[in-house]
Nanobody
């Protein structure tokens, strides 16, 4: 129901743009977010965007990542710039509806390495 794409291998300092599209069966989307899970670590919130466009970022990505959404396409994006090796992780999108139902995407791997 959530299809994430855009991951891959990038060198330190490079950029990637992740996308996550919600299927037609998901309605009344409220917040949209990206999480990530690095090997051996817990999943953490990277960025969130509300239905009104308000955003929140993890301290570790502030100034480097930007979350945005296209409500007509039911898609959330994560523009990642100045990538660091510590950004290496599987990135998951999450969508929460207005009745607090949460959906998770399948994850897309981002590897930052020279």
């Amino acid at each position: 129901q959530l299809q994430a794409s855009g991951g891959g291998l990038v060198q330190p300092g490079g950029s990637l743009r992740l996308s996550c599209a919600a299927s037609g069966s998901i309605f009344s989307i409220n917040a949209m977010a990206w999480h990530r899970q690095a090997p051996g670590k817990q999943r953490e919130l990277v960025a969130l965007i509300t239905s009104g466009g308000g955003t929140n970022y993890a301290d570790s990505v502030k100034g480097r990542f930007a979350i945005s959404r296209d409500n007509a396409k039911k898609t959330v994006y994560l523009q990642m710039n100045s990538l660091k090796p510590e950004d290496t992780a599987v990135y998951y999108c999450r969508v929460v509806t207005t009745i607090s139902t949460a959906y998770w995407g399948q994850g897309t791997l981002v590897t930052v390495s020279s």
